[in-house]
């Protein structure tokens, strides 16, 4: 997703710091509200993806869903759709903005989560869980080795937030 909605002027009037903190070895926090999960891969443009077997979950960071706000709506594809590395597959609507979300890797679509369109805050409250957005099957297993790894996402978001 090219999102480009940074920190709100109240995270700067509050000086949120990004510190990093372990809270436990499932995860390490680069902001105080932002987690970032081992054993994912990460997009610049702040998708993850967690390939396990034939298939890949994808969704979005919980660095987005921040960003982002109150998600209000989801747009899926189609399962049997296929995706390529970069490209858009779906867009998030949030109170403040609508992002186009972009795929990690490319192949066919397997499945959507239908519960999104019944409660698309799901994104919000577990980003990583229940907030998944598609399945996929991936079509070159290669394109994973130019995601991020955890700790290359966290001091990505770190310089991209303080750039701003």
Same mark, same amino acid.
């Given at each position: 997703m090219a999102l480009r909605i940074w920190a709100s002027s109240t995270a700067n009037a509050l000086k949120v710091s990004a510190k990093s903190t372990s809270v436990s070895p499932a995860f390490s926090l680069s902001r105080c509200f932002s987690s @970032?999960? $081992? #054993?994912l891969k990460y997009a610049k443009s702040h998708e993850w993806v967690k390939h396990d077997g034939p298939v890949a979950l994808i969704g979005i960071t919980d660095h987005a869903q921040d960003h982002l706000g109150e998600v209000v709506f989801v747009e899926l594809p189609e399962p049997g759709k296929s @995706?390529?590395? #970069? $490209? &858009?597959f779906g867009a998030v609507e949030s109170v403040k903005a609508t992002s186009d @979300?972009? &795929?990690p890797i490319s192949g066919e679509v397997v499945e959507i989560n239908t519960k999104l369109s019944e409660t698309p805050g799901l994104i919000n409250t577990s980003p990583y869980e229940d907030g998944w957005m598609i399945k996929v099957k991936p079509s070159n !297993? !290669? $394109?994973l080795k130019t995601l991020l790894n955890p700790k290359d996402y966290?001091?990505?978001? /770190? $310089? /991209?937030? !303080? !750039?701003h």
């Open positions: @970032v999960l $081992e #054993g @995706v390529a590395q #970069g $490209e &858009s @979300v972009n &795929s !297993a !290669a $394109e966290t001091k990505f978001c /770190e $310089e /991209e937030d !303080a !750039a």
